[in-house]
């Protein structure tokens, strides 16, 4: 208590110097908070929106199959747990796709049945992969409404025949260009076909009939929890209760894309501003070794009237961590005021910039840090004075 | 009465580059118990190192010191502070106050070293500020005292832990004339309520004020004959 008093009454006898010497954390604090603040709120809108496309469903995949591999008759006995809707299992893969001279480049998906229920896909012509389709691995596709219109000509294309990295396929079906459905809400100008798994296997150098990937969903008026605590009971058992081997999740691989592409950016946000913050940390050592050297007077006397080592020590370091901490806190202010302001700036674009309660931990948690990691070397010059050469410092 | 300081054969050498300066050469000394003692000596003379080594600022190079019953060996720093915190009371030339606390804040200092209490540091603050005659300063800092002031604080500092022995250094060597003789009145006042006190100086009318002078001069003591 007595400490902090005189580190207290030590930074306010040179107020310009202590805030000058603030301002590297200040700015650093801010930095960091209004940073990760802004990539959070900005992410936070986009993932609220992603994961409204596509939350009924959860994606598998498989990475160590222990010798054990997935395969398609597997996806037909899970489907018959009453607590799992449907399975799918999907590959995507980019072909050219050529309809009497007209070429494209388009997304084919290998895809077993109940991969339109599962994705929500509407059928606007014909039909979808069946079993048999897969099973026999015939050489049929469905295509979007944009790959008909814009590739064959016209919508009511069913029978024709294109060709597919080279392969002949039978259009038997067109599915309807929607933007609610999360896959394509993203390829909605891109051309889309689907063939049966199988077909892809064929075609493929790299792909087995080993499924490595698919989605699941709950079936109906069952809840998503408990087809996703099935699921990993499943996998468990059949991969020697490794949990490494396989992942269950509900992101889609857009939404997990997303949040590793933000938490990158995070970090690489979060990285800038830390090394502002270690910039204003050697700041405040420059300035606690000044202080330290003008006050070696002061450190005699302490210690010619009894003062211990340590006694010095925490003086001197209490007053870096104070001077950090009071950094910290100016910094925290200010960037809240600068949020609200943005946030009164950009309110039309309905994202809420708020602080991160997190980031503020992490700020204070680092500030302090730093207080101390930058602190110890002045307060250590400090406590390991003479006190016969510190009396006599400079008269 | 008991012996309050016991040199033996002391010895401090330095070495400035190759030539090594004898700047205590087996000095000895007893000062007891409620004495008032002077050491005088020109600069130079070794007067600064017999206050460092009696002070437990530094220790010496060869023979004994005991204070208080102490022999004052290769102690730690942070013993030989507590045995400056608990045993002595230093007055110095230049008052060696810190400049940004009150005057009751400085008086307070070598007390929260000593792990007093709050209720009895404040009372004794008050004592000691009392028995030098500024208990109406209390909450001046030094810059807004005079000299004599000034070092009237640091007396009431160093009695604050109601020392066994007070140590001062040239304590009028910054002083006018009038004030250097109530200062000496205060010391005088201080030696008759039965403190120790060791004067060091230059100066010849103030060291006669004391009791008992002894001389250094190329670190060596001599009793000065009265």
Known sequence: MQTLRMALKSIGSNKLRALLTMLGIIIGVMALVILVSLVKGATGSVTDSISDLGSNMLTVTVSDNKGNPVGLDDLVTWMADPKIGEAACYSKESMTAKYSGTSETADVYGISPYYDKIQALNLLLGRFIKSSDVTNHTYVCVINETMATELIGYTDCIGQEISLGGVKFTVVGIIEDSDTSLTRAFSKDSYVAYIPYTSLVRMSDSLTLEVTSFYISAPENGSMTEAEDRMTQILMARFEDDDDAFSVSKQDALESTMSSVTSALTILLGGIAAISLIVGGIGIMNIMLVTVTERTREIGIRKAIGARKRYIMRQFLLEAVVLCMMGCAIGIALS???????????????????????????????????????????????????????????? | MGKMIELRNVCKNYSIGKEVIHALDHASLVINEGEFVSIIGPSGSGKSTLMNIIGCLDIADEGDYILDGIPI???????????????????????????????????????????????ERDKRVEEALKRVGLEQRATHYPTELSGGQQQRVAIARALATKPSLILADEPTGNLDSQTTIEIMELFRDLHKQGNTIVLITHDNNVAMQAERSINILDGRLTEVAR
Not at chain 1, 342 to 365: Q, R
Not at chain 1, 367 to 381: M, S
Not at chain 2, 93 to 110: C, D, G, H, Y
Request: charged share 20%; hydrophobic share 50%; aromatic share 12%.
């Open chain 2, 73 to 119: 060996e290769d102690y730690t720093e942070d013993e030989l502070a507590d045995i400056r915190n608990e045993k002595i009371g230093f007055v110095f030339q230049n008052f060696n106050l810190i400049s940004k606390l009150t005057a009751e804040e400085n008086v307070e200092l070598p007390l929260i070293y000593h792990k007093i209490k709050r209720g």
């Open chain 1, 336 to 395: 809240w005021v600068t949020l609200k302001v943005i946030g009164i700036v950009v309110s039309s674009l309905s994202i809420s910039f708020n602080m991160d309660i997190t980031v503020i931990l992490i700020a204070v948690g680092f500030c302090f840090l730093i207080g101390v990691i930058f602190g110890l070397y002045p307060a250590n010059k400090a406590a390991n004075m003479k006190p016969i050469d510190a009396l006599h410092y400079g008269g």
